[in-house]
């Protein structure tokens, strides 16, 4: 009886310690992916600042042709 006291606790410290592992590696990858997350974020933002000024390039200078087509 002695014995399945001591491997029923050995076995929830090994549950308990497997667990804590499992929770920080979470946590490590929770973390990366909240940075790739706003790094994706500035990533788009400057994507769009590129595409509104070729946008408004491309805007002046059509109305540029079309005022002197006139």
Same mark, same amino acid.
């Given at each position: ?28 990858? &929770? ?7 706003? *790094? +994706?974020? @500035? ?14 390039? &491309? ?7 079309? *005022? +002197?087509? @006139?």
């Amino acid at each position: 009886m002695k014995y399945a006291k001591y491997i029923k606790e050995l076995f929830f410290i090994i549950l308990f310690v497997s667990l804590s592992v499992s929770t920080v590696d979470n946590i490590r990858t &929770i973390r990366q992916l909240r940075i790739n997350i706003e *790094q +994706t974020k @500035n990533n788009l933002y400057q994507t769009n600042q590129v595409i509104a000024e070729m946008q408004k390039q &491309i805007y002046e200078s059509n109305l540029v042709v079309n *005022q +002197t087509g @006139n």
